[in-house]
């Protein structure tokens, strides 16, 4: 550490420690049933509709629960919000476990809407916190932190569930149980840990200073949601993460797609889970790292996040060629290529919206953008199911073509609504640069 981060204090790292922790948890409880998907649709005779409808069921959860629990973030604040959100995921995650195969298919869409609702909090609560915590020119790295424990709870899903659970489902309820006793130990230590910064015993003078070097001071009147739909700004973000449908097909489809495409069951999936996912997490870190390098060697906000944006879309484009890969390995490694882009998107992504809103504004910024992804979320996992039931394999093609196109298709109508990133004030009015 530097003499100067000495000097002004390092307090906002412990509370975005917290964030990776509970980002870490919200990933590992979310993943686990793409891990076991195919064991899971042995064991419950599920059809790929089946599987698609649960998947469809968190995904509508989770678009609605955007919508109000970005609000209710903003308006309870960070401690109680984030705090209400991994509440309700850890029951509905635990309530997994007690459901009886003849109720599997309704039990677990139950279950996943339920988590659903509570695992929408996360992300709006975690940019809020960042946003709060650290100034413009460091947010899109320490975004990058926390983003990167989506991958590491992606990371252990496999090797845990390998480890518990059977091929023939033995076992399978007790990866669900696990998140229950990490989330109780995470709310013990935010409840514990977390003030604003501004009435925070432990943050030095300094340390506020700079975490408020490069923000407009700002009044504690709330932005109801309604007021922010009509700002482009706020559909120029929602663009951004469209590309979460991606991400999410990655997620709880990759496991099925390497199962069926190359042989890979639940006892060998953690090794290329890990190799996607530890590139995943080297794009979070080194997308949030590349923009804020950028903006402090003199860049405008506007061409350090874009143009990083663009160099991830043309990372990603080669995902496209794998369904006609005959190499697992190769196979692989592009997925997690693509992945390592989707995460530096990502952190840029998010990072736009807290450079542009005032922070009172940004779970609900979050949460708007967010719901528009998992809408598309919903309709793509609807149609692969319908198409792999129908006709095999091929749906997976179409499934990677626009995972690899779709990037530049969005950075082009983000610009377009977005020229110049102009912030805006308290009131939603631009701020004279």
Not at 301 to 328: D, E, G, H, Q, W
Not at 384 to 397: R, T
Request: aromatic share 14%; charged share 15%.
């Amino acid at each position: 550490m530097s003499k100067q981060e000495n000097k002004i204090g390092n307090y906002r790292y412990r509370i975005l420690a917290l964030v990776f922790m509970a980002t870490t948890i919200n990933y590992f409880d979310r993943s686990i049933i793409g891990v076991m998907a195919p064991t899971l649709q042995h064991l419950f005779d599920w059809t790929n509709k089946d599987y698609a409808a649960i998947m469809v069921s968190f995904k509508i959860a989770y678009g609605i629960g955007l919508l109000f629990m970005g609000s209710i973030i903003d308006r309870l604040g960070t401690k109680v919000g984030y705090t209400l959100s991994i509440v309700i995921w850890s029951v509905f995650g635990m309530l997994h476990a007690v459901i009886k195969p003849a109720f599997s298919l309704v039990g677990f869409m139950m279950a996943r809407f339920g988590l659903g609702v509570g695992e929408s909090g996360n992300f709006p609560a975690a940019i809020k916190t960042v946003g709060e915590w650290f100034p413009k020119k460091d947010r899109a790295f320490a975004t990058g932190i926390f983003d990167a424990s989506t991958s590491v709870g992606a990371i252990i899903a496999p090797f845990v569930v390998g480890a518990i659970v059977s091929v023939d489902g033995k076992n399978w309820q007790i990866p669900f149980l696990i998140t229950g006793v990490l989330s109780s130990i995470w709310v013990v230590l935010w409840l514990k840990t977390y003030k604003k910064p501004e009435v925070h015993p432990k943050v030095s003078k300094e340390e506020l200073d700079y975490i408020n070097s490069d923000s407009e001071p700002e009044t504690s009147e709330k932005i109801p949601w309604l007021k922010l739909l009509p700002k482009k700004e706020t559909w120029a973000f929602s663009l951004t993460t469209v590309t979460d449908g991606v991400w999410w097909f990655y997620l709880f489809w990759g496991a099925k797609f390497l199962g069926e495409q190359f042989g890979v069951d639940i006892n060998n999936i953690g090794l290329p889970f890990l190799i996607i996912f530890v590139l995943a997490d080297f794009g979070s870190l080194l997308g949030g790292y590349a923009s804020g390098a950028l903006i402090k060697k003199g860049w405008s906000i506007n061409k350090a996040r874009k143009i990083t944006l663009l160099a991830c879309a043309l990372i990603i484009l080669p995902v496209a060629f794998v369904p006609v890969i005959a190499s697992k390995w190769l196979a692989v490694l592009l997925i997690g290529i693509a992945a390592a882009g989707h995460q530096a998107w990502s952190v840029n992504g998010y990072t736009m919206a807290s450079d542009v809103f005032p922070k009172k504004a940004t779970a609900s910024v979050i949460g708007i953008g967010k719901m528009i992804g998992v809408a598309i979320a919903v309709v793509a996992d609807i149609a692969l199911g319908s198409v792999l039931d129908k006709a095999n394999n091929s749906g997976y093609f179409w499934a990677f073509v626009i995972a690899g196109f779709s990037y530049l298709f969005i950075l082009g109508f983000v610009h377009l609504l977005m020229p110049k990133m102009t912030p805006l004030d308290d009131n939603l009015n631009y701020i004279s640069q």
